[in-house]
């Protein structure tokens, strides 16, 4: 689900060390995803330009061959019809061709999904005995809580931290500036405060045994970008 600009630029690229000016510079690209799943995302964009980004509106997109995939592999293969429910509302949510109420939202059935009133309610559903489980990478492998934004991500994780027993250990990211010059324009606490997309946040607050998502390829391919990792051991960094 990139930005159409990527794929094009893709296409310039290939076209120029490639020598051709045949598109992808003859090269067979293979793009994956569902248009109902992501757009790419666009700050602060409208719905407009979303669709304005896709892939869809490229110039490129009337040379791509479309293929579908339509069997649903698990209905398939294991014969399980229950199974099929669920792809089936998914879609129907894609399409738009569920009912909505008077304020545009559409409900969702008991069948559907299982509905909790708050955080608390979900943490202890999808983490049940979280303490007693916490050890066991099977377990922890098997389940994840899901958020379309940053802060609600922070948020649940520090209520399932505070959870957790043992002592709580802090990592701050270096902020001190190179540039003394500099300072003046770029306040440590600014610094401090910023949340960028793919970075850290300045203060990591960790505990024995929760785990974590590693955001780099320390050692490819056994420590990729996105492996799950376990602590099992906090030192203290000076
Ligand atoms: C592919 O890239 C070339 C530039 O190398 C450009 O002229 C052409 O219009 C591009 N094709 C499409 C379909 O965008």
């Known amino acids: 689900?990139?930005?159409?600009?990527?794929?094009?630029?893709?296409?310039?690229?290939?076209?120029?060390?490639?020598d051709s000016t045949d598109i992808m510079g003859g090269m067979v690209v293979l793009l994956a995803g569902d248009f109902r799943q992501t757009l790419p995302v666009i700050q602060r964009g409208t719905p407009a330009d979303?669709?304005?980004?896709?892939?869809?509106?490229?110039?490129?997109?009337?040379?791509?061959?479309?293929?579908?995939?339509?069997?649903?592999?698990?209905?398939?293969?294991?014969?399980?019809?229950?199974?099929?429910?669920?792809?089936?509302?998914?879609?129907?949510?894609?399409?738009?061709?569920?009912?909505?109420d008077?304020?545009?939202?559409?409900?969702?059935?008991?069948?559907?999904?299982?509905?909790?009133?708050?955080?608390?309610?979900?943490?202890a559903y999808v983490f049940p005995e979280l303490?007693?489980?916490?050890?066991?990478?099977?377990?922890?492998?098997?389940?994840?809580?899901?958020?379309?934004?940053?802060?609600?991500?922070?948020?649940?994780?520090?209520d399932i931290l505070n959870e957790v027993q043992g002592e709580m250990k802090e990592y701050l990211s270096m902020d001190t500036i190179m540039n003394t010059e500099l300072s003046t324009s770029y306040p440590v606490e600014f610094l401090n405060s910023l949340e960028l997309s793919g970075v850290?946040?300045?203060?990591?607050?960790?505990?024995?045994?929760?785990?974590?998502?590693?955001?780099?390829?320390l050692d490819a391919p056994r420590l990729c970008n996105g492996t799950k990792l376990r602590i099992t051991k906090l030192v203290l960094l000076f």
């Open 200 to 217: 850290q946040s300045h203060k990591l607050q960790l505990k024995l045994n929760v785990p974590i998502m590693l955001m780099r390829n």
């Open 50 to 100: 979303e669709i304005q980004a896709c892939i869809k509106s490229s110039s490129l997109w009337p040379t791509v061959e479309k293929l579908r995939l339509k069997t649903n592999m698990r209905v398939h293969l294991h014969n399980d019809g229950d199974s099929g429910l669920y792809p089936e509302m998914l879609l129907k949510i894609g399409d738009g061709s569920l009912d909505v």
């Open 102 to 123: 008077a304020e545009g939202y559409i409900s969702l059935s008991r069948e559907f999904c299982n509905l909790v009133e708050s955080d608390v309610d979900l943490i």
């Open 131 to 158: 303490q007693q489980n916490l050890c066991s990478d099977q377990w922890l492998c098997a389940r994840a809580i899901l958020a379309p934004r940053n802060e609600i991500v922070n948020r649940i994780n520090t």
């Open 1 to 18: 689900m990139s930005h159409k600009k990527d794929i094009e630029a893709l296409n310039w690229t290939l076209q120029d060390l490639r």
